[in-house]
């Protein structure tokens, strides 16, 4: 257990590793297995996670027979759940289903991953939790998807990838939220995505770090896209959480949302509220990688400036590192109640767990 966050904090970003397409054949029928022979196909090959960067993993995830951190539950159980002293971990799986231009067997490689997960992961490990993995390129298969597993009790969330082909907030996506809202399940908006289209708004980066830095931008868009366009009024019941996409952008954010849209909300009448009220309501955001001086005072300024403690949620995001201090680094100069409520509290009660 650790010592220093206690026990029965909740992980809100355990990324689960599919290691390679052979592990989801049993789930596949015999049509897709045939054709992954006949094609050679290893599945989606694109990742947001580049093997060798220094932010991919932790040092001591390395392992010697060559396992991909992240795709061992038994390492899983001891270096995250067991180290930490977590209640509930929320597996986050980044296979880039959304990357396959065929939206057929992206629903079929997603169907894979949900059943072998189930069977290998959430059904073996009870305080594992898992996040619904889509073809976010075809809502509609999409929203299939979500209602063929969405009522299991293990899973809490949708799993999007921040990047897509169009902002989550336009009505081309409505059938995911319904789908989210039939069974209870939180939207959960991740770093990465392999949509086809640039990272940024001018274009392709030259470099990793360009699009890892620059990440943060495209959830602020997302964000923007799903207050302004209505989502939250059409939707009052829908919950979001952006995984690993930073934290102290916000305020300055809703500043700037809050000022503009005074000016020119007769172009968007659906949204009533202040929308920095919107994002208070219906928005949590995990705290790793955490883009806050290292100071703990300067982290109770940014909590301060969001105007709210329920909005931030612990997340070990392991195996992958952002920095060379540990996860719960800041969290040790934090007054009691706020640390409890963002290491277990507030995902507790955004996620309804038992």
């Known amino acids: 257990m650790n010592p220093d966050v ?88 980044a296979y880039a289903v959304e990357s396959v231009r065929n939206p057929f067997a992206a629903a079929a490689l997603a169907a894979a991953v949900n ?43 949708v799993y999007l990838p921040v990047r897509s082909e169009a902002l989550y907030g336009t009505r081309r996506y409505y059938p995911i939220h319904e789908a989210a809202l039939r069974h209870d399940l939180a939207i959960g908006i991740h770093f990465g995505g392999q949509p086809g289209n640039p990272p940024t708004a001018v274009g392709w980066p030259s470099h990793y770090v360009e699009e890892y830095v620059g990440m943060a931008h495209v959830f602020q868009s997302q964000l923007i896209g799903l207050v302004t366009e209505g989502v939250f009024d059409r939707f009052p019941a829908l919950r979001v959480v952006l995984i690993e996409g930073g934290v102290s952008w916000l305020p300055s954010l809703m500043w700037r949302l809050d000022k503009e849209w005074k000016g020119l909300r007769r172009e968007v009448p659906w949204v009533r509220r202040l929308p920095s009220a919107y994002i208070r309501e219906h928005v949590r955001l995990t705290m790793q990688p ?21 909005l931030l949620m612990f997340a070990t995001d392991f195996p992958h590192r952002h920095s060379d201090g540990r996860p719960d680094a800041l969290l040790h100069g934090l007054p009691e109640p706020l640390k409890r409520k963002i290491t277990r509290e507030n995902a507790r009660a955004f996620y309804a767990l038992p």
Request: glycine share 8%.
């Open 6 to 93: 206690g026990h029965g904090i909740v992980d809100c970003d355990i990324h689960l590793v599919v290691p390679s397409i052979e592990v989801l054949l049993p789930y596949l029928n015999d049509h897709w297995r045939a054709y992954i022979r006949e094609t050679s196909f290893k599945g989606p090959i694109d990742t947001s996670y580049p093997r060798g960067a220094a932010t991919s993993g932790y040092p001591q995830t390395d392992r010697p027979d060559g396992a991909i951190p992240g795709s061992d539950i038994a390492q899983t159980r001891a270096e995250v759940l067991d180290a930490w002293g977590t209640e509930y971990g929320i597996l986050t799986c």
């Open 290 to 310: 955490l883009d806050a001086p290292p100071d703990p005072a300067r982290l109770l300024e940014v909590i301060d400036h969001l105007g709210s403690e329920d």
């Open 115 to 157: 059943d072998w997960q189930l069977r290998e992961w959430l059904d073996r490990e009870p305080r594992l939790r898992g996040s619904v993995v889509v073809p976010s390129q075809d809502p509609e298969l999409a929203a299939r998807e979500i209602d063929r597993v969405g009522d299991h009790p293990a899973f809490v969330q």
